[in-house]
């Protein structure tokens, strides 16, 4: 159905106001105008637009699944400036390693709970191998067959394939046979050169990065993709970044969802970096919600947003939000995010989602839908 544009609605900025009748009718922007968004668009305008383009896609609905973390060590052999979690290789006596039976008691204490998901990622410790985690899966998988497994960034993987002497099509084979389903998106930061030497000099770069992902989406796995934003990128780094993203989506189809991660600068050292503004979060996530156009889900992660601001990014282009997380993960708390003790129950989301006049829906991994609540009554209402 074509739409009947009122131009009184419409900006009277030229760059502006093309964008504007472009997304309306359908159409992709540029990454010039991407960039023109950043520069000059009002978080009302950008949100108006990424509202829109987010009800076409999905109307009210907005996800959230039941999972839980396994951090298997905060010892990392890496040292990015942004992270306030890992305790290097060297100071390891401050860090923690977990066992192989550690990890499985973890799993085992949600035997009656109704998770859904575990998400596994860490710190990159040399003595935690590829098949020291092949070995992992296959013992949930044994435990509990039905919990999806979103496991390991694209930086541990890079690092376990290397040290197993395996290409990535053999290392990423390898962990789908022992159990592994999908990956989540972390690693990514910013894919600029200039600026990942300075923030994270010595990981994976953007293209091991991505051929990790394209491999396993090859594979048929899905999986995430982030972008640490609000740091000393510019905009048009941002806009380079989720360029990248678009066009392996466009070749793949393998991206579930589009996470954006402000950057906090709470004990590490980046600590004279100011934190962006909450008109910035939502001008970015409104950004991405309209370029991204090929990404089915944006999500917010509230442990590290704050749980009153994820709620407002359901009205600037989100519909997904992670998660019901217990106290499982420190990555955030670490960093200065405003949760300490990041937990919520379903009854918590589900309520979060209906005052923002959202209709909450728990979702799979894969966005298979378990339950919608928008007729829960009335603990939930
Ligand atoms: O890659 C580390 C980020 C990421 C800081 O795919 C920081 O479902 C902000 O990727 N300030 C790991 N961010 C977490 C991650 C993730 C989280 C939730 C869901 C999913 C998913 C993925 O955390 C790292 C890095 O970008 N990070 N330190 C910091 N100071
Ligand atoms: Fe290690 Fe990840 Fe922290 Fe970088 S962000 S130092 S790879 S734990």
Redesign the pocket.
């Known amino acids: 159905m074509a739409i009947v544009m009122n131009e009184a609605i419409l900006p009277k900025d030229p760059d502006l106001k093309h964008i504007a009748k472009k997304v309306y009718a359908g159409g992709r922007i540029t990454d010039d105008e991407c960039l023109i968004l950043f520069e000059k668009g009002s978080l009302g305008f950008t949100g108006a637009l990424a509202n829109y383009v987010r009800e076409k896609l999905h109307g009210d609905i907005t996800y959230f699944n039941r999972n839980f973390h396994i951090e298997p060590t ?1 010892a ?5 400036n ?2 306030s ?2 305790r ?1 290789y060297a100071h390891r006596d401050e860090a923690w390693e977990l066992g192989l039976e550690q990890m499985l008691d973890i799993v085992k204490k949600y035997d009656n709970e109704p998770v859904t998901e575990v998400h596994i990622v ?3 410790h040399p003595k935690m191998n590829l098949e020291f985690f092949a070995e992992l899966l296959r013992k949930i998988k044994a435990h509990r067959p039905d919990l999806h497994i979103k496991g390991f ?1 694209a ?2 993987l890079d690092y376990m394939f290397r040290k197993a002497k395996k290409t990535v099509e053999e290392g990423m084979q390898y962990l789908k046979n022992a159990g592994l389903e999908s990956m989540p998106g ?2 990514a ?1 910013i894919f600029a050169p200039e600026i990942r030497k300075q923030i ?1 000099p010595d ?1 994976v770069d953007a293209d091991g990065w991505l051929k990790i992902h394209e491999t396993a989406h090859n594979l048929g796995m899905h999986t995430n993709a982030t972008m640490l934003y609000g740091h000393i990128e510019s905009f048009a780094d941002r806009v380079d970044h989720m360029r990248r993203l678009r066009e392996l989506q466009d070749k793949t189809g393998g991206f579930n969802t589009f996470i954006p991660l402000k950057f906090r600068n709470k004990d590490n050292d980046m600590s004279h970096v100011p934190e962006s503004t909450l008109i910035e979060d939502m001008r970015l996530y409104a950004i991405a919600r309209i370029y991204m156009d090929n990404f089915p889900h944006l999500k917010a992660y509230w442990p590290m947003l704050g749980r009153q601001n994820a709620q407002l990014a359901l009205s600037f282009g989100v519909n997904d939000l992670d998660g019901t997380i217990d106290d499982t993960t420190k ?1 955030y708390s670490m960093a200065g995010a405003e949760e300490q003790t990041p937990s919520m129950t379903t009854e918590d989301l589900v309520v979060l989602i209906k005052q923002a006049k959202r209709r909450p829906v728990e979702r799979g991994t894969l966005y298979n839908i378990i339950k919608d609540y928008s007729e829960a009554e009335p603990e939930y209402s």
């Open positions: 905060n990392c052999i890496y040292t990015c942004f992270c979690y890992s290097v860490g710190g990159v960034t930086v541990e972390g690693g930061e994270c990981k990555i």
